[in-house]
C-alpha cells in the first residue's frame, strides 16, 4: 500500500486511460501526485493527494508551468511520468506535415522538454525516476501509423539517453509499452466488437489489456524495486509481440 510513501510525482496525461489509472494507484500507493491534461480534460479525483493541472504539454511554457506546479504543490518532485500521447491513422503517403509534426510534439518533443526542465529536480531527489510511455509499436508497426510509430521509436532513444546520462545521479529512465489498452485512444475502435476481439486474440493471455495493467507496470518502475534497472523497455502487452 506505500510503495510510493513520500514521493511527488507528476503524470501527464491524467485525465484519461493509463494517466489517470496511473495517478491513482501511485496516491494509493501513498505518492502525492501532479495530474496534467489539456484544458478543459476531467481533472477532478477521489483522492486528495492528487491535484490536477490544465495545461497543454507542446505550450512554450508548458515544462516551465508545470515543473513550478509541481515545486510549489509537491515541494519537489522524484517521479515524472511522460504518458501525454496522442494516435493519427494515415498511411505515409497521405500524412500532411501537420499531422506528422503534431503526433512528433505531443509524443516526443514535449516528452524531452518537460524531462528537460524536469532534471534538476529529479537529480536532487534521493530515487529520481523518469517513466516514459512508448508503445509496443516503438518497435513493431501497422498500416496507417507512420507519425505514431516514429515518435514512439523516437522516445526509446530519448529514454536511453536519458537513462546514460542521469545514471551518476541516481536517476532511472525507463520506456513502457503498452499493448492494445482499452482508454480513450482505443475507445472507437474496440467499441467495434471484431477490432476488439482480433486484439484480444492477438494477445496470448487472449484479453485486451485495461489501463490499471498499465499502471501497476508503471508503479514497479516507479518504485524502489526498480531501483536497478534503468535504460530498458517493459512490455505491458500481454503478450501480443511474442509471435512473429
Ligand atoms: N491505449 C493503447 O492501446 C496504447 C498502446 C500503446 C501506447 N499507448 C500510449 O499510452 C499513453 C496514454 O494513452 P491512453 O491510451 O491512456 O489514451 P487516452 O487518450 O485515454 O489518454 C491520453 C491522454 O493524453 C492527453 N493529451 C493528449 N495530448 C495532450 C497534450 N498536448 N497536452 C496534455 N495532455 C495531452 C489526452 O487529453 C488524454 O487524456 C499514450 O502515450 C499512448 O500513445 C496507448
Redesign the pocket.
Known amino acids: 500500500m506505500n510503495r510510493l510513501a513520500g514521493r511527488r510525482a507528476i503524470v501527464?496525461?491524467a485525465?484519461?486511460?493509463?494517466?489517470r489509472a496511473s495517478a491513482e494507484l501511485f496516491a494509493a500507493e501513498g505518492a502525492e501526485v501532479l495530474a496534467?491534461?489539456?484544458p478543459g480534460?476531467n481533472l477532478s479525483f477521489q483522492s486528495n493527494h492528487i491535484f490536477g493541472l490544465e495545461?497543454?504539454?507542446?505550450e512554450a511554457a508548458a515544462p516551465g508551468d508545470v515543473v513550478a506546479a509541481a515545486v510549489a504543490r509537491l515541494r519537489g518532485l522524484d517521479i515524472l511520468f511522460n504518458?501525454?500521447?496522442?494516435?493519427t491513422s494515415a498511411l505515409a503517403a497521405q500524412t500532411s506535415d501537420e499531422a506528422w509534426d503534431h503526433v512528433q510534439e505531443?509524443?516526443l518533443r514535449a516528452v524531452f522538454r518537460l524531462t528537460r526542465a524536469a532534471i534538476p529536480h529529479l537529480i536532487a531527489s534521493p530515487a529520481g525516476r523518469i517513466i516514459n510511455?512508448a508503445?509496443?509499436?516503438a518497435e513493431g508497426t501497422d498500416y496507417g501509423l507512420a507519425a505514431y510509430c516514429a515518435s514512439k521509436a523516437g522516445v526509446l532513444g530519448l529514454t536511453r539517453t536519458l537513462a546514460l546520462e542521469l545514471g551518476r545521479h541516481g536517476v532511472t529512465a525507463n520506456a513502457l509499452l503498452?499493448?492494445?489498452?482499452r482508454?480513450?485512444?482505443?475507445q472507437e475502435s474496440f467499441a467495434q466488437p471484431e477490432i476488439a476481439e482480433a486484439w484480444a486474440r492477438k494477445s496470448v493471455l487472449r484479453r485486451l489489456g485495461e489501463?490499471l495493467d498499465v499502471a501497476k507496470v508503471a508503479l514497479f518502475l516507479a518504485s524502489d524495486d526498480a531501483g536497478f534497472v534503468t535504460g530498458q523497455t517493459l512490455a505491458a502487452d500481454g503478450g501480443l509481440t511474442l509471435r512473429i
Open positions: 501527464t496525461g485525465a484519461s486511460g493509463i494517466g496534467v491534461d489539456r480534460s495545461a497543454d504539454v507542446t504518458n501525454a500521447g496522442v494516435a505531443v509524443n510511455t508503445s509496443v509499436m503498452p499493448g492494445a489498452i482508454t480513450g485512444m482505443t489501463p
